[in-house]
């Protein structure tokens, strides 16, 4: 996340002053590529806001704006290209096979390990990578991890890199970011690691043979409809990272700790919220929310 104050700032005398405010205060960047979302009275200067991006972060060489939100079972946002310095894209750093060949694909640095991917086709946060982090040096060694909505692999592929882990499984629906994982697999080499599953979470995971001492429920939005699904395989004195949505007054209230404990009393596992934090707005007063509940 950069600041788009400064963007403002590089725009003020290029736009009307009452067009200023609508320059977007914030954006993300993943790999290469910067993701923006503009309003129809940014829009009109969409040219200057990507140039003045590009100039304050000398890595991006794609601007996109996203055109729609995250949407149906994959969770992908639609874009639009408005700026790109395709000739000046440089992944000379990654093996031939894992290079990007399309405008929308990038390969992402974090924590050690480089993921390639598909904005137009994947769902990938850049904003979550401190949690990725933070549930990677929770992980003892030898311990068998599922990953649940698996993305292109960033969780699994952290744990693996950062612990020591026995296993870590990854499951995920959408067959693009299923492709996707199978190369970050293989381009972070942690295939004695990390097994890659394609399929519905609701249909594999009760298949699995064993349990898991953790089990990582990274969203999407219906999340906690799986948690049963997870509470049956995990271990006795496992812990589930569950990541959910709640508003301001439900944090507040520790409610959204509250209903997650009653649906674990419900389901016959005792299960305590140890530690909950906020990670990232979603919407005004709204937030993604983890909870590190602890079973048994
Ligand atoms: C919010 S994303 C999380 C992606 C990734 N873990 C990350 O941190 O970037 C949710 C992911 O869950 C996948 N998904 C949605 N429903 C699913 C299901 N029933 N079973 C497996 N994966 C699912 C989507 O395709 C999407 O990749």
Known sequence: MSSGLNVRK????KVGEDELEHIPRAFEIIGDIAIVELDEVARKHAKLIADAIMQLNKNVKVVLNKVEDVSGKYRVPRYEVIAAKQNERNFSHIKKEFRPTKITETVHTEHGCKFLLDVSKVYFSARLSFERKRIAEMVRDGERVLVMFAGVGPFAIVIAKNANPAEVVGVELNPHAVEYFRKNVALNKVEDKVKVVEGDVAEIVPKLQYQFDRIVMPAPKD??????????KIKEGGMIHLYTFASEEEIESKDVVKRVEERCKKAGKKAEVVFFRKCGAVAPYHYRVVLDLKIG
């Not at 590089?10 to 005398?13: N, R, S, V």
């Not at 999340?223 to 049956?232: G, Q």
């Open 10 to 13: 590089l725009l003020e005398g």
């Open 223 to 232: 999340a906690p409809d799986y948690l049963e699904v997870a509470l049956e």
